[in-house]
């Protein structure tokens, strides 16, 4: 009966363990952006996912009126036609930011490089709401990152990308398991970067003719 006790203790040590599987999956992620490994982030990115999370996000940010603060659609009929046209608007929009290519270039330094949305490279570092990439350098720089997520079940991890960040000013990675490793399901946008791409809809929405929906980079 006294060596019961370990029974609780094993189980305990035996979740922490578990809870630190997804982060050797997005220190390997890190590397593979660092490196621009195409290949890698092929086969840890679930695609079909991601570009559903795309969608909903830009099109929910590109269906908000416009008018004064505190001002509501009258009608919800109205509002879900707005829902729906905007939808349709932001679909070849994340089509471009979909692919691998495109999913390095976002995690590198916070910035669509596909999308002409008023942001450069360069200006990553001098812009206070640009969020700052995935960087990962060393083991030690995983602990933030740990005690930042959020663990949502047994078989998904949300991680706050970079962790100093504010809220407005970092993304949102939603990691799962499937099978015996970790995937990218989902990437939260910032609000200022999902608020630019969605003024990009409403450019593509009011002139289509002169702002042309880039297409999406070759594989």
Do not use: C
């Not at 909903?56 to 729906?84: F, M, N, T, Y």
């Not at 046209?85 to 590198?108: G, K």
């Not at 663990?151 to 499937?178: D, H, K, N, Y």
Request: glycine share 4%; hydrophobic share 45%.
């Amino acid at each position: 009966m006294m060596r019961l006790w370990w029974i609780p203790i094993s189980l305990i040590l035996s979740w922490f363990v578990y809870t630190l599987t997804p982060f050797w999956m997005l220190y390997d992620l890190a590397s593979a952006v660092q490196a621009r490994d195409v290949g890698y982030v092929e086969r840890h990115v679930n695609f079909r996912i991601l570009r559903q999370s795309m969608i909903r996000q830009i099109s929910a940010a590109a269906s908000q009126p416009r008018g004064e603060a505190g001002a509501e659609v009258a009608l919800s009929r109205d509002r879900q036609r707005l829902i729906e046209a905007a939808a349709a608007l932001a679909e070849p929009l994340t089509e471009s930011l979909v692919t691998a290519q495109s999913v390095i270039d976002l995690l590198d330094d916070g910035i669509p490089q596909s999308l002409d949305i008023g942001l450069r490279g360069g200006d990553a570092e001098h812009r206070s709401d640009v969020p700052a990439g995935l960087r990962i350098d060393t083991i030690s720089r995983l602990i933030p990152y740990y005690l930042s997520s959020e663990m949502r079940g047994f078989r998904t991890l949300v991680i706050a990308v970079p962790p100093e960040a504010s809220r407005s000013q970092r993304f949102r990675l939603r990691l799962r398991l499937r099978g015996w490793s970790w995937r990218l399901v989902e990437i939260e946008l910032p609000s200022d970067l999902r608020n630019r791409i969605a003024s990009k809809v409403a450019r593509v929405r009011n002139h289509p003719d002169q702002d042309a929906v880039p297409p999406p980079p070759p594989p």
